[in-house]
């Protein structure tokens, strides 16, 4: 093969029907369909499963490239379609023999993860499917409920939820004094923070427990100086920018436990409730980045908002200035 067949086998839209032809061709003149492409840690089977194309994993196929292939993360190509929810290829792939129940992120497999999608119905009936008990099943319903509750907030901001620690407690661990901090009315918010001569952050409880912080200003919430401050002496704080970024910021007994984003490829270390939250899945699951991000924050902090409340509700300003040593400014 020549450098510029490396650069075309490795770019991400390569392995799409649209290219079929071409594909055909590079195969004819001695493209291994079973190679490792190491840019992209995966294989030319991997690719088209994402990307469900059909005739290159059949060509693929009978091309002579394995049907089950490990990529870098221990992935087999079945589990790139059931992730991307590409329901042809998975059949596709099903039809040639790939096994559905090879264990292939932290102990699961392609089956198992599609048992709670929508191609559920591809794997139930095949031998050897596991019983999925209703415990699971129920709690997965819940989370998804809870999960599409979020479908209409639609705020740009950054914004952060505490759980395990009272909203006086987390003022107290910023620098501030609580009775220095009174509840400000919604229709004075923007006025008393427009008169602070620091920046400020809002910190309000809302129905049903938990701390929201709310950004304000320039300084963010998901901050580490932050996260470290509100979370050292106990509690959990997990944050993020929903509408700018697929990933959350998760700090526990002042420390940054993890940082998992929306749509990469989860791993043994992945908390549980980041899989019951369906990141990871590209396509296989209709909710949004948003609704995945703020559901995982919710799970970890049992703390729950809705835009009615955040823009209707007494806030409290705690100034940055007060921060100054903890965020290393």
Known sequence: MTVGDDEWAEDIGAWRDSNLAQIRERLADGLDPGRLLPWLRSTPLHQAAQEGAVQVIELLLDSG????????????????AVRHGQDAAVQALLDAGADPWRPCIAGRSPGVQAMFTELADLFVHL?????????????QDTVDEMMFSYETYNEDLCVAFVGGVDEDEIIRRLGAAPELCPPVDPTELWKAEQSSPVEVLRIASPPGGGVVLFQSGGILPVHDGVGRMVTTGGGILAGAFPSASPSVDIWRDGFAVARPSVHEQLSDNSLFEVWMCRFGDRGAHPSTAIERALALMTLLTATYITEEWLWSAPMRLVPVRLLSEGLGR
Request: no cysteine; net charge negative.
């Open 65 to 80: 490239a394995a049907v089950d292939p490990i990529d870098g993360d221990g992935a087999t190509p079945l589990w790139e």
């Open 127 to 139: 031998p050897g499917a596991p019983r999925v008990s209703p415990r699971l099943r129920e709690l």
